[in-house]
DNA sequence: CGACATATTGAGATCCATCAACCAATGTGG
DNA sequence: CCACATTGGTTGATGGATCTCAATATGTCG
């Protein structure tokens, strides 16, 4: 969990209370069933959830078949983000594995705020530079390990991944069969 | 060629002349031979290079084996990202190709203009987003392509880099080896 | 219970890596 | 200026990892 925002959460603490609380401000808490879609292909991302609780899993589709991208578990911060930078459509999907509990932040209310406050861009730096450190382990993975090192990172990294979510997302996830994982599990 | 710079120089043209001129001042220029290393492993990347002439590769190594993970050419700019925002050693090197002309600019002197010209934090941001979008699209075609199908997309979209490297650098590049890249050359 | 999603297992096909030999172009030192 | 080393690229044979397809559990929920 917390996959980005130690960091961010310090930097946060270090704002001035006035700007800390418009940042509490913003965001609106809602609840969302097993298989709700908080951002479909084709729609602008124009919102960023925050997880208080369940599990959220980002996809898209490529002829035909999902491709899983990334899961979202308490703490962490969903949102679409080459949509949410450019403000296009997205080619992904946002869907929601099991009841989930999210503080919904607008796109063009965190701009607004931007705007008042400049120093909040350093958050939204901040917040890209976590991702970027996480988008390049997660390239360095797929061009260095085989099915069953990415499976045993998983293990090891992310129990919770492994613990909590369908064999079959966690396979399109490490870009592998589900036939293959079930083998490396069945194999001690 | 141009990879990130486009957005980011429409936001340094809109910036005024003052703040452009001190941008300006900082980079200097720098020449470099076949096989020059512009940073190693275990080194903090504190330094940003803009081509103004040649080829670089961005490697790390892996077991003993070089794995190339970017190359420069003009006008892109060269830094180990992870070391570069977190000023910690890189586990990457940057290698001159051929003999390459470059404008270095200092980290340090980057974090002082940023105190002095706050608007200049979003040109980083500018240039990350752009970096995120990058490794998206190639985490997205790890994914999705095999072989054959990485080759055409290089062949397609930067065939600068097919006509300029030897392909060892290509295949470890795409994750593929050199003589199945051989192979897809040879059928048709 | 029946229906549907999820997971396992087996068999065959396929992609691609590896290893090895070889070739062509280039460069270097004597 | 030649002999030879070096670098970059090709080609062939083989084996292994993993995909695909299909059959069979196992589980869950109305």
Redesign the pocket.
């Known amino acids: 969990m917390n996959k980005y925002t130690n960091k961010l959460d310090h930097f946060i603490s270090q704002l001035n209370t006035d700007t800390q609380q418009d940042i509490m401000a913003l965001p609106k808490q809602m609840v969302y069933e097993k298989g709700d879609f908080l951002l479909k292909e084709g729609t602008i991302c124009k919102k960023s959830f925050v997880l208080e609780s369940g599990i959220i899993r980002k996809f898209y589709l490529n002829e035909g078949k999902e491709i899983t991208t990334e899961f979202y578990f308490k703490d962490d911060i969903a949102l679409s983000f080459k949509s949410y930078i450019s403000q296009e459509p997205s080619n992904e999907y946002l869907q929601v594995l099991e009841k989930t509990v999210v503080m919904v932040t607008d796109y063009d209310d965190v701009l607004k705020l931007q705007k008042t406050h400049p120093e909040l861009i350093e958050l939204e730096l901040l917040f890209m530079q976590q991702y970027v450190i996480w988008l390049d382990e997660r390239l360095f993975h797929f061009h260095t390990l085989?099915?069953?090192q990415k499976y045993q990172l998983l293990l090891n990294k992310t129990p919770h991944i492994i613990q909590n979510i369908?064999?079959?997302y966690i396979a399109s996830y490490l870009?592998?069969?589900?036939?293959?994982?079930?083998?490396i599990?069945?194999s001690k």
Not at 175 to 183: K, L
């Open positions: 085989d099915a069953k369908p064999l079959n870009g592998v069969s589900p036939e293959t994982i079930s083998r599990r069945a």
